[in-house]
């Protein structure tokens, strides 16, 4: 009877020892699995925002571009610069913003 029950509390112990060491590795890989998800979504937020700020410095850039075009166009056209000549039309600012 004592034999019985000092077999039955080891294989209790075993269970419970399992079940600790199950318990380790299912937290374990939660975590594991928590973080990675917690640093991708970071490094979206990251790529999103950097995204938005090089669409805004594009369209800063052809905005440049299309002044740029357009003042090139007038001093192809002799009758635009002979305007500017006299002063009837301001000469285009080098210095572009």
């Known amino acids: 009877m004592a034999v019985e029950k000092k077999v039955a509390l080891e294989k209790k112990k075993r269970f419970r020892w399992r079940w600790k060491w199950k318990r380790l590795i299912t937290l374990f890989a939660l975590a594991y699995l928590g973080f990675w998800s917690i640093q991708s979504g970071l490094h979206i937020w990251v790529l ?3 995204e938005a700020s090089l669409t805004h410095n ?11 075009n357009q003042d090139i166009r007038e001093l192809r056209n002799p009758a635009m610069v002979k305007k500017m000549i006299t002063g009837q039309i301001p000469v285009p600012n080098a210095n572009v913003p």
């Open 48 to 50: 999103s925002h950097d």
């Open 58 to 68: 594009i369209q800063v850039v052809q905005s440049q571009d299309t002044r740029l």
